[in-house]
């Protein structure tokens, strides 16, 4: 478990990492180019977050996302070609290109969805939770939330449901400062600095690490999801990190302070401080890491390439995956 | 009352608000504690201050976290049930929400001319401001129950003591105890120090920081040790007990739990009890260095990882008598009321005793 990541566990954690950051800097350009049909919204900054949990994850377990969802669904294993015609809609894509950015799933990674309504992951996780619990099989839902998603009356019906039944859920909370253009420090008295202060009074144990050093992500990740597997029930994450983009592609971001991002590409990365920590340890060489950087970067060129190729959907399509028969 | 009392006596106010937080409420019961909470201590305490007279607080200008919310109660306590507040100055600063506001913070009361510091949070927190405070004696107030060096104290009580030393009611002299420290180099250039603990560690990286898988410390080095501590000083305080007073410090080394010269069972966090194997114990006496090569690892402070070693890293750690003031607090109050400073002025006046 925790701090004892072998160095085939760490090479794939960074890969993954770098697979997040390469997919979301492509998106960036070329959505500006007009070619990407709808809305997109950026993980860059955030990866440990979604990488340290997923980490710890098997395809049984659950994850519910968010409209920010690429990152998690890298994470949780979902084929990034798929990924990629699903953005430009494309018939190959995870969803057959109906679906677009925010409606990324793939059950059968355990990926249940981005989603475009804020606050709408946390009880979508505590149900996935309901039927480990009933069925016994040791899964976990992991939940990922903003900051402008904890206020939601949603998360609290969660966070509430989940410690009154004992499931076993993991509330990950990717605190990076902004809901669009707010902090939560102008939308709150409690939780303006750590908003796990909330999580605290229904009666889980809540605590908030640095969400931008993969370590202190994984290790709380680890404890926290052991923990629920086991049956001790849920926990709550608070994970500060930054977004580097806007809130959407196209955000003129006036809210921001100056300099904001280029001082923590800099200095706060966590690509950067994850291979500092590898290669300062002598675990891994830096040819290594730029290694995978070269290949991802040719993955995720490859992707595109594919999407953009790819046909769209017929539009007999349209009356297909519209409702679900049980 | 004293007459040459101190004029303008100012106390600056440490409260961290990433103390109690961390990733010991999710491995042990660790006892959390919220900002609204740490500022309602912050409130006690400065009424309590302000009973002696202390005329004004500095804290740090976390607008969103502690100073804003303290701002916003004062006026109502002050405007509803008719508190008596201090000056409340916040420090020009920038905040960077890391411990190097706690430096930088620490930095600029000295400067602005504090008798004092009262420190809220846990041994951690107490560490960074040892690194900056000088002689400036320090209050230390522990946010939780997980901490060896604060006190887990009535903050108003407290705040009453602080005050009596701050406004020179009770002189420094008779008010505060000189610690013990650890003073740690690596490479010959970078200094810390420890107030209760210094580990090495088999983690390969600092991560979330807290220190509590027994197989992993490899040694440990305290400057006192006392059997009803928490945390990796009571391990030390199992062997042999040792006062903060005493001159000497302990360094164990460790080995799996049935191997060895003997098996503790020891608190190493609130709840959590684990066996330790004890191979080797050995006293620290004043500035004997020990050096240390070829390490791998990491070296915690005070329960919380902060450096990782290398192979070529080389490391001296030493005990060192000249660590920093605290105030002991019940000996403060004990001489106040011997002396009558906390009598009304007259029995037919409820004021302050400082307004007469
Ligand atoms: C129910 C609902 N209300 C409002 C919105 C509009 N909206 C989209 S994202 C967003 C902010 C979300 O902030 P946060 O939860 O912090 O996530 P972040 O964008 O920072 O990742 C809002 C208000 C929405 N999509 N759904
Ligand atoms: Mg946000």
Redesign the interface.
Known sequence: M??HMSKEDLLKAYRKMRQIREFEERIHTEFATGEIPGFVHLYAGEEAVAVGFCEHLNDKDRISSTHRGHGHCIAKGVDIMGMMAEIYGRKTGTCGGKGGSMHIADLDVGMLGANGIVGAGPPLACGAGLASKLRKDGSVSVVFFGDGAANQGTNFESMNLAVTWDLPVVFVLENNGYAEST?P?YTA??????I??RA?GFGM?????DGN?F??V???AG??IE?ARKGGGP?F?EC?TLRYYGHFEGDAQTYRPKGEVKEARANNDPLKRFAA?VV????IDSAELEKIDKEVLAQIDGAVTAAKAAPEPDPESLFTDVYVSY | MNSDLVANSAVGIIAN??SG???R???SAAS?C???EKTNIVRRLCLGMRVPGVEKVYLIP????IA??LLRIRDQGSAALGENWPEIALIDMPVE?KAIDTLRAVNLMVKAGVRLIVVLGGDGTHRLVASGCADIPLVALSTGTNNTFPHFQEATVAGIAAGLVATGAVAVSDATRRNKVLRVEIDERCCDLALVDLCLT????????AVW?AE?VREIFVPFARPDAIGWSAVAGYVRHISRESSDGLHLVLCPPGQGLLTLCAPIAPGLILPVGIAEIHTLKPLDVISLKNL?GTVSLDGEREF?L??CTSLNIWLDLNGPLTVDVPHVLNLAAERGFLYCASTESTKMPFER
């Open positions: 925790s701090g902090s420090k008295r409690v939780g303006t600095e750590n796990a202060d605290r144990p809540a605590i908030t690490v050093d370590f202190a994984y290790e709380a404890e926290a923990r926990a994450v500060k920590v300062a340890a002598d675990l | 608000p990433a937080q961390d990733i409420r999710l491995i959390g919220s900002i609204s976390d607008h969103s976290g804003g919310s929400e088999d983690d390969i990286w600092i991560g979330s920081r898988k992993r791998t990782t290398r192979q």
